[in-house]
């Protein structure tokens, strides 16, 4: 039998990456009528507050080069125990950031502040989504904590995670 104290998944030392793509450095100005007013940093300082009191150290990330994006995939494995990736248009496209997933070990889960399937059919097909472990839509700057919470149920799920 094994045995798993409560709140495993909220004992300090885990730790996440956030990954941003492309536009996500222009919320807040960048169509708000669909993304909302809030900054990215904002949006990061937010979760990196949530995390924080439920013991999981947020760090996080954004940049408008795919192959920058994909550096990062690669290099979180061993360094973070999970991983919320918001591949903004990448998430149409890429077969580069769909590999890189594929590639290491970390548990990720796809968030995204619309809701792309409800959109214009082109975002209708997620390339990244397949190799993770979820994915969160369409609940602005909440869907980054549903992902988080996400995570959580994995680890406490596999009975204590990496
Ligand atoms: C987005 C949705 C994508 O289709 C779009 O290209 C983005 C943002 C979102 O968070 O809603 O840039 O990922």
Do not use: K
Request: overall charge negative.
């Amino acid at each position: 039998m094994q045995e798993r104290a409560e709140g495993d998944a909220e004992r300090p030392g885990r730790r996440v990456l956030v990954l941003n793509g492309p536009n996500l450095d222009r919320l807040g100005t960048r169509e708000p009528a669909v993304y909302g007013a809030r900054t990215l940093a904002q949006i990061m300082d937010a979760l990196a507050a949530y995390g924080r009191a439920r013991g999981v150290e947020v760090v996080w990330r954004q940049s408008n080069h795919e192959g920058e994006l994909v550096t990062w995939i690669g290099e979180s494995e061993g360094a973070f125990d999970g991983m919320i990736l918001n591949p903004a248009a990448y998430t149409h496209t890429s077969v580069a950031l769909r590999d890189a997933l594929a590639g290491v070990r970390v548990p990720c889960v796809e968030a995204h502040l619309s809701n792309p399937a409800a959109r214009e059919p082109f975002r209708h097909r997620s390339l990244t989504a397949g190799v993770c472990i979820g994915q969160v839509s369409g609940f602005g700057p909440e869907s980054y904590r549903l992902a988080l919470e996400g995570l959580m149920e994995r680890w406490n799920a596999e009975g204590g995670g990496t």
